[in-house]
């Protein structure tokens, strides 16, 4: 636990050492595995909870942020049982197989911003086509927004 907390991204290979070195005892890798997997949960919540928490998350960016943009997609089985958020939830980001997509921007003193994201299935052409219209057709018609 102690490790996880520490650095959540600590490799499984560091959990074994630390076993191997405090107990005297070789673990596999998978139970190092399964211990920071079971760690990074009781530190940080559930995967499928902060999920979940997602859309009252963008609402509060939308309430705080004027002119921030929230747009939800799912495939038609999804929708067509009333299930938006909940359903992409319980059927995509179980397996933790999605990617984050980000587009930033770098402003006149070099800070970068960043100005739209997407969590996709996988780095497919439907997946950034959905990025790309999206920030096409939000970001980049804006009044005084340039690009190269």
């Known amino acids: 636990m102690k490790l996880v907390e520490a650095n959540p991204r600590v490799p499984v290979s560091s959990i074994q050492a630390t076993i191997a070195q405090q107990f005297e005892y070789q673990i596999q890798y998978k139970k190092g595995w399964r211990a920071r997997d079971k ?3 009781s530190a940080y919540s559930d995967y499928d909870k902060s999920y979940n ?3 009252t998350l963008l609402m509060a960016i939308t309430q705080f942020i004027p002119g ?8 038609d089985a ?9 359903g992409l939830m319980e059927h995509g980001f179980t397996g933790h197989s999605h990617i984050l ?7 006149g003193e070099s800070n970068v911003i ?4 997407a969590i996709v299935e996988g ?3 439907n997946a950034w086509n959905f990025f790309l219209t999206n920030l096409r ?3 980049a018609r804006r009044r005084g927004m340039h690009y190269l």
């Not at 921030?68 to 495939?75: G, Q, S």
């Not at 999804?78 to 909940?86: A, H, K, P, S, V």
């Not at 997509?101 to 402003?107: F, K, P």
């Open 39 to 41: 760690a990074l949960r």
């Open 53 to 55: 928490e997602l859309p």
């Open 101 to 107: 997509l980000v587009a930033v921007a770098q402003d």
């Open 114 to 117: 960043p100005i739209a994201f």
């Open 123 to 125: 780095e497919t052409a």
């Open 68 to 75: 921030t943009i929230v747009r939800y997609e799912t495939n």
């Open 78 to 86: 999804l929708n067509r049982q009333g299930q938006l958020m909940q």
């Open 137 to 139: 057709e939000h970001v």
